[in-house]
C-alpha cells in the first residue's frame, strides 16, 4: 500500500519560493511516478506537473512554466515541488499524487496549505 | 486540452435518494479515459471510478459510472449519509490531465 506523507504547512510572502515535499512509504520512487496539483480555497483541481514516464521527462502545466521546478531523491524516496515568485493567488492545498501512464490518481498525500500574504 | 463542464453545480439530497452527476467535455474522450473522485471538507480526493465505469478498490457498488464519448455520469444509487462531498470529474490518458469544476451533494 503506497503512503504519501506531505510536509507541513507554510506561510510566504509575496515574491518569495516555498519547496513542499512528499515522502513515498510502501513503494520505492523508482517504481513510481509523481505528479502535483493545486487547490486553491473553495476551488477546483489543477494539475501542475509531474514525471511523464512515457517520455522520461518531467513535464509542467503551462500556467507553471518557468516558476515551478519538481525534483526528487531516490535515496529518502522523496518528491519536492518548488514553486517561485508567490503572489496571493498562489494561496492553495498543493498535493502530491501517484501516477501511471493512462491511469488516473489513484493515491494522493494529505495536502499541504502554503498561505502567500504580506 | 479537453475541457470539462459538470452538472449541477450543487444537488440537494436526502438519504436514501438517488444521485444523478453529469460530466460533459469538449472533445471526444478517447478510450473512455474518465474518473471520478470523491472529496470531502480537508481531505485529499478519493478515486472512485476510472475507465468511465470500473469502480476503484474499495468503492462501494452504489456507486456507478457510465458513458462514452463526450457525455458521463456518476450515479449513488442510494445516498448514504457519508456520500455528501463535492465530486470531480477528470480526463486523463495523455498529459495534461484535466478537471471538472465539481458537483456539491448537499444534504436536504
Known amino acids: 500500500q503506497v503512503q504519501l506523507v506531505q510536509s507541513g504547512a507554510e506561510v510566504k510572502k509575496p515574491g518569495a519560493s516555498v519547496k513542499v515535499s512528499c515522502k513515498v512509504s510502501g513503494y520505492t520512487l523508482t517504481e513510481l511516478s509523481m505528479h502535483w496539483l493545486r487547490q486553491a480555497p473553495g476551488k477546483g483541481l489543477e494539475w501542475m506537473g509531474g514525471f511523464d514516464p512515457e517520455d522520461g521527462e518531467t513535464v509542467y502545466a503551462q500556467e507553471f512554466q518557468g516558476r515551478v521546478t519538481m525534483t526528487e531523491d531516490t535515496s529518502t524516496d522523496t518528491v519536492y515541488m518548488e514553486l517561485s515568485s508567490l503572489r496571493s493567488e498562489d494561496t492553495a492545498v498543493f498535493y502530491c499524487?501517484?501516477?501511471?501512464?493512462?491511469?488516473?490518481?489513484?493515491?494522493w498525500g494529505q495536502g499541504t496549505l502554503v498561505t502567500v500574504s504580506s | 486540452e479537453i475541457v470539462l463542464t459538470q452538472s449541477p453545480g450543487t444537488l440537494s439530497l436526502s438519504p436514501g435518494e438517488r444521485a444523478t452527476l453529469s460530466c460533459r467535455a469538449s472533445h471526444s474522450v478517447s478510450g473512455s479515459y474518465l474518473a471520478w473522485y470523491q472529496q470531502k471538507p480537508g481531505q485529499a480526493p478519493r478515486l472512485l471510478i476510472y475507465g468511465a465505469s470500473s469502480r476503484a478498490s474499495g468503492i462501494p457498488d452504489r456507486f456507478s459510472g457510465s458513458g462514452s464519448g463526450t457525455a458521463f455520469t456518476l450515479t449513488i444509487s442510494r445516498l448514504e449519509p457519508e456520500d455528501f462531498a463535492v465530486y470531480y470529474c477528470q480526463h486523463y490518458g495523455r498529459l495534461p490531465p484535466t478537471f471538472g469544476p465539481g458537483t456539491q451533494v448537499d444534504i436536504k
Open positions: 499524487a501517484t501516477y501511471r501512464s493512462w491511469y488516473p490518481f489513484d493515491y
